[in-house]
Nanobody
Protein backbone atom coordinates (compact mmCIF):
# COMPACT_ATOMS: atom_id res chain seq x y z
CA UNK A 1 0.00 0.00 0.00
CA UNK A 2 1.36 3.40 -1.00
CA UNK A 3 1.54 6.11 1.63
CA UNK A 4 2.80 9.67 1.86
CA UNK A 5 4.01 10.50 5.35
CA UNK A 6 4.59 14.13 6.26
CA UNK A 7 6.57 15.65 9.08
CA UNK A 8 7.92 19.00 10.20
CA UNK A 9 4.94 21.21 10.95
CA UNK A 10 4.52 23.22 14.12
CA UNK A 11 4.29 26.65 15.69
CA UNK A 12 6.73 29.36 14.66
CA UNK A 13 6.98 33.11 15.16
CA UNK A 14 6.60 35.51 12.23
CA UNK A 15 9.87 35.71 10.34
CA UNK A 16 10.86 32.22 11.39
CA UNK A 17 11.49 29.10 9.37
CA UNK A 18 10.17 25.57 9.13
CA UNK A 19 11.05 22.61 6.94
CA UNK A 20 8.44 20.09 5.89
CA UNK A 21 9.26 16.62 4.63
CA UNK A 22 7.13 14.06 2.84
CA UNK A 23 8.24 10.52 2.06
CA UNK A 24 6.49 8.07 -0.24
CA UNK A 25 6.56 4.46 0.87
CA UNK A 26 5.14 1.18 -0.37
CA UNK A 27 5.35 -0.70 -3.63
CA UNK A 28 5.41 1.39 -6.79
CA UNK A 29 7.39 1.89 -9.99
CA UNK A 30 8.37 5.54 -9.53
CA UNK A 31 7.26 8.95 -8.31
CA UNK A 32 6.67 11.68 -10.87
CA UNK A 33 5.71 15.19 -9.83
CA UNK A 34 5.50 16.00 -6.13
CA UNK A 35 4.07 19.09 -4.55
CA UNK A 36 2.70 20.94 -1.58
CA UNK A 37 -0.74 22.36 -1.08
CA UNK A 38 -2.26 24.22 1.85
CA UNK A 39 -5.73 24.73 3.18
CA UNK A 40 -7.32 26.96 5.79
CA UNK A 41 -10.75 26.58 7.31
CA UNK A 42 -13.51 27.43 4.87
CA UNK A 43 -11.21 27.78 1.89
CA UNK A 44 -10.24 25.55 -0.98
CA UNK A 45 -6.95 23.73 -0.97
CA UNK A 46 -4.41 25.77 -2.94
CA UNK A 47 -1.16 24.85 -4.64
CA UNK A 48 1.96 26.12 -2.89
CA UNK A 49 4.79 24.53 -4.84
CA UNK A 50 5.40 21.70 -7.27
CA UNK A 51 8.56 19.94 -8.41
CA UNK A 52 8.95 17.55 -11.31
CA UNK A 53 11.04 14.42 -11.19
CA UNK A 54 13.71 16.30 -13.10
CA UNK A 55 13.76 19.11 -10.55
CA UNK A 56 11.81 21.87 -12.29
CA UNK A 57 9.82 23.92 -9.81
CA UNK A 58 6.85 26.23 -9.75
CA UNK A 59 5.51 28.33 -6.88
CA UNK A 60 2.39 30.26 -6.10
CA UNK A 61 3.09 34.00 -6.13
CA UNK A 62 2.69 34.69 -2.37
CA UNK A 63 5.52 32.30 -1.45
CA UNK A 64 8.01 33.09 -4.20
CA UNK A 65 11.36 34.07 -2.77
CA UNK A 66 10.48 32.67 0.67
CA UNK A 67 9.70 28.97 0.09
CA UNK A 68 11.89 26.43 -1.65
CA UNK A 69 10.90 22.92 -2.62
CA UNK A 70 13.40 20.16 -3.36
CA UNK A 71 13.39 16.40 -3.63
CA UNK A 72 15.54 13.33 -3.19
CA UNK A 73 14.51 10.80 -5.82
CA UNK A 74 16.54 8.02 -4.21
CA UNK A 75 14.52 8.45 -1.01
CA UNK A 76 11.22 9.32 -2.76
CA UNK A 77 11.07 12.37 -0.53
CA UNK A 78 10.06 15.96 -1.14
CA UNK A 79 10.89 18.92 1.08
CA UNK A 80 9.49 22.39 1.59
CA UNK A 81 11.80 24.92 3.20
CA UNK A 82 9.73 27.84 4.43
CA UNK A 83 11.55 31.03 5.41
CA UNK A 84 10.34 34.48 6.43
CA UNK A 85 7.05 32.97 7.49
CA UNK A 86 4.02 35.21 7.83
CA UNK A 87 0.78 34.75 9.79
CA UNK A 88 -1.05 34.31 6.48
CA UNK A 89 1.04 31.19 5.84
CA UNK A 90 -0.85 29.49 8.68
CA UNK A 91 -2.63 26.45 7.24
CA UNK A 92 -2.65 22.69 7.04
CA UNK A 93 -0.03 21.70 4.50
CA UNK A 94 -0.58 18.62 2.37
CA UNK A 95 1.96 16.71 0.34
CA UNK A 96 0.89 15.46 -3.08
CA UNK A 97 2.55 12.99 -5.42
CA UNK A 98 1.86 11.45 -8.80
CA UNK A 99 2.92 7.84 -8.33
CA UNK A 100 3.24 5.28 -11.06
CA UNK A 101 1.96 1.80 -10.23
CA UNK A 102 2.68 -0.73 -12.99
CA UNK A 103 0.75 0.75 -15.94
CA UNK A 104 -1.11 3.64 -14.31
CA UNK A 105 -0.40 6.86 -12.47
CA UNK A 106 -2.34 7.68 -9.32
CA UNK A 107 -2.61 10.91 -7.35
CA UNK A 108 -1.79 10.48 -3.64
CA UNK A 109 -2.12 12.84 -0.67
CA UNK A 110 -0.37 13.00 2.66
CA UNK A 111 -2.25 13.26 5.94
CA UNK A 112 -1.53 16.96 6.35
CA UNK A 113 0.59 18.82 8.86
CA UNK A 114 -0.38 21.99 10.70
CA UNK A 115 1.78 25.08 10.30
CA UNK A 116 0.94 27.96 12.62
CA UNK A 117 2.72 31.31 12.36
CA UNK A 118 1.98 33.43 15.39
CA UNK A 119 3.69 35.53 18.02
Amino acid sequence: QVQLVESGGGLVQPGGSLRLSCAASGSFFMVNSMGWYRQTSGKQRELVAVITRGGSTNYTEPVKGRFTTSRDNARNTVYLQMNSLKPEDTAVYYCNAQIVLSLRQINYWGQGTQVTVSS
